[in-house]
């Protein structure tokens, strides 16, 4: 496996990477309307350019292919940073992709902190932020679009 920071030639995959990981993640939890209208949103080709310019952006590759990524913001005067996300293509989960790609992000990075927002019934998402050691911060009602989501905000202290 390969971590790389994203390109414009990878925009394409890495929707496909969203919105199946989105579908198959948050099925029965967000209703496909609300999923669909966020991911026309957040990855569409102009975000996804803005995002990639402005903030650190890596894909993983296996055997050639884009399996997975990862967003994070950019690192603040006190070494905090956000994870917006990791998705993965459903297919390869539990290889370690996820893991590897908040390695790199820390590794390049270097923060003190990394803080990621997690849908409450996301409980593939709540076990492997837990595993890496994140712990619970807040909890939260979030208006997503008309659909109120109930959010954990989680933090990692990165030694």
């Not at 837990?130 to 979030?142: I, L, M, Q, R, T």
């Amino acid at each position: 496996m390969k971590i790389i920071r994203m390109a414009e030639l990878h925009i394409p995959k890495v929707k496909t990477i969203a919105t199946k990981s989105w579908h198959a993640t948050y099925e029965g939890i967000i209703p496909l309307h609300v999923q669909n209208d966020f991911l026309a949103m957040a990855y569409n080709e102009e975000r996804l350019l803005k995002r990639l310019t402005e903030t650190p952006f890596y894909i993983a590759k296996q055997e050639g292919e884009i399996v997975g990524f990862a967003n994070f913001s950019n690192k603040k005067e006190t070494g905090e940073v956000e994870l917006g996300a990791i998705y993965l293509d459903p297919a390869v989960q539990n290889r370690g992709i996820g893991s590897a790609l908040l390695a790199h992000g820390c590794k390049e990075l270097q923060p003190t902190k990394i803080y990621i927002n997690v849908e409450s019934k996301n409980e593939i998402g709540k076990q492997f932020y837990k595993a890496k050691g994140f712990e619970v911060v807040n909890e939260f009602d979030e208006d997503f679009a008309g659909h109120i989501l109930k959010t954990i905000r989680m933090v990692l202290h990165v030694k």
